[in-house]
DNA sequence: CGAGTCACTTGCAAAATGATAGTAACGTCG
DNA sequence: CGACGTTACTATCATTTTGCAAGTGACTCG
């Protein structure tokens, strides 16, 4: 759906779907976010073909989610870590998944827990002004520029 | 990347992804969520070819996320609304739109506003249980069965 | 009757995806 | 020192998905 329309459109949605917005690149990201950091952790991980992964990566780290770092020249190896903008998207992939355990039922699922307090985090997209809970509140959309 | 591996695998995440995790899929959320119902609003709104939407919107139904509804026999129209499991989904797109707005800049930009207070709302992800915002946490994945 | 709206379907070209195989640089074991 | 393994890819090619344009059928409005 890469087109010019939404990466410079109005809606920060879109703006937003145009870098991240295929499911590969969202489970990179989450893998990323669990420490993953090298090419074969991802594609076994995943069970993505290379040309894929490499493309993948590529358009993140070009888009500015991920770095590209050489960390051992000889043999040369490299990582891929979380910029500051990738690691702010990873919220965003646990609030997709809290989604996932609610409305997705499957056998067995995995789940994130607090290191803090040990308990399981369940994670709620709130207004920061008032705190409430998006899905409670009722919102107007605003056009820009005017 | 639809395949069974993830549908049915152990993290929510991919599990979600499998169901929404393309960018048309979400755009359409979006403009659900705005109120949009109908083929042509979509189709207009997004830009989308018309064969393409009839497909998303097909996966969107069969997997519950929008309803189809005959509101006029004769002639017959159909509307496309949201199911409880869609509307949940929104405050993630909300989640995301406030990343994009934070990350991808452009000239003009759309906002949402709180009804009550007419204040433009700031979604952030917290954890239910602390309130405290994800992105401060420190978290640990824990595999599922043992 | 003719034009227009709505909700699509059909046909076909172009692009993306995915499986498999190959490559290049290096390290390690015997 | 030479075979084999590891890492990080590229190349090739079949399959799948996407997207544009045009067409269709049911119906309404003037």
Redesign the interface.
């Known amino acids: ?2 087109n010019e ?15 991240v ?4 690149s ?2 990179i990201l ?1 893998d990323a976010g ?1 420490g993953t950091t090298r090419f074969d952790q991802f594609r076994a991980g995943l ?1 993505i073909a290379p040309n894929i992964l490499t493309r993948r990566l590529a358009a993140l780290v070009e888009h ?1 989610l991920l770095e590209k770092r050489r960390y051992c020249e000889q043999p040369p190896r490299d990582e891929y870590v979380l910029t500051p ?1 990738g ?18 039922e ?12 040990q ?12 705190g409430r ?3 409670e ?9 005017g």
């Not at 990873?90 to 997705?104: D, F, K, N, S």
């Not at 499957?106 to 307090?117: K, L, V, Y």
């Not at 369940?122 to 920061?128: A, F, K, L, Q």
């Open positions: 759906m890469d329309k939404f990466s410079q459109g109005p809606c920060p949605v879109g703006r937003a779907l145009t870098l917005g295929d499911a590969w969202m489970m989450r669990l069970g500015g903008k690691r702010d998207f990873l919220p965003v992939l646990l609030a997709i998944g809290a989604w996932g355990r609610q409305h997705c499957a056998p067995a699922t995995s789940t994130m827990i607090d290191t803090d307090t308990k399981p985090v369940d994670p709620v997209v709130i207004d920061r002004l008032s809970p998006l899905a509140m009722s919102l107007k959309l605003v056009p820009p520029a």
